[in-house]
């Protein structure tokens, strides 16, 4: 089946120790997207690629970086984690950007300790 | 800005009827609906493109007034399996909001027997 897949599940990293999320699709989407959940609230955009153009959030923090390798592939690079920073990071795509649904992968539940 | 959605949470028997609605101070495109369970990624239930449109999908349905910037969600004959939080999800107009999904504030829906 086709789907998009996020590893690790579970992350558990120390105060300003760097951490990489990775998130790969096999629905060949053009786009994909970033987002971090807190508890009881709404997923927020960090960030997301329409093929290889990067859009930024404007208040995605400069510790929020992202990389697309390839079609299938998209990483988010912590680089400096605070306390603040512990939520969940879900994976998304779509087709295109326009008026298309969203596919969510499982989601990286990070702890900073 | 962020859409608002109502109520903030609700608690039905099985069988019992709901309405969530979602409304924006921005001009909407569309208007996507999503259900997330605790510790899940959320899940697509439908979107509406087009002011006035209606979907449905089983027993939950889908409204969405162009005019007034808002939609509502109407969950029908509730079963235990609709327990989870409703996100509406809205796209704007303009190149840089149309791109881009802002999720609502978010209704915790409780289903008992």
């Known amino acids: 089946d086709a789907m998009v897949i996020q590893n690790p599940r579970y992350q558990v990293t120390q105060f300003g120790k760097p951490v990489t999320l990775s998130c790969s699709q096999t629905?060949?989407?053009?786009?994909m997207y970033w987002y971090q959940q807190k508890s009881s609230q709404a997923p927020k955009l960090l960030f997301h690629?329409?093929?290889?153009?990067?859009?930024n959030e404007a208040d995605t923090p400069d510790n929020f970086q992202s990389r697309r390798p390839n079609t299938s592939f998209c990483f988010l690079d912590i680089r400096s984690p605070g306390l603040g920073d512990a939520a969940m990071y879900l994976c998304?795509?779509?087709?295109?950007?326009?008026?298309?649904?969203?596919?969510f992968g499982p989601g990286t539940r990070l702890t900073v300790l | 800005q962020q859409p608002v959605q109502s109520p903030q949470a609700v608690i039905l028997r099985e069988g019992e009827d709901a309405v969530i609605n979602c409304s924006s101070s921005k001009a909407l495109y569309s208007v996507h609906w999503y259900r997330q369970k605790h510790g899940e990624a959320p899940v697509f239930l439908m979107i509406l493109l087009k002011g006035g449109e209606q979907k449905g999908h089983e027993k939950i349905s889908a409204s969405f007034n162009e005019k007034k910037q808002q939609s509502s969600l109407y969950l029908t004959a509730s079963q235990l399996s609709y327990s989870g939080t409703y996100f509406c999800g809205t796209r704007g107009w303009n190149t840089g909001t149309a791109s881009k999904l802002t999720f609502g504030t978010g209704t915790r829906l409780q289903v008992t027997l």
């Open positions: 998304a795509t779509s087709r295109l950007p326009w008026g298309n649904e969203q596919f």
């Open positions: 629905l060949n989407h053009n786009v």
């Open positions: 690629y329409y093929d290889k153009d990067f859009n």
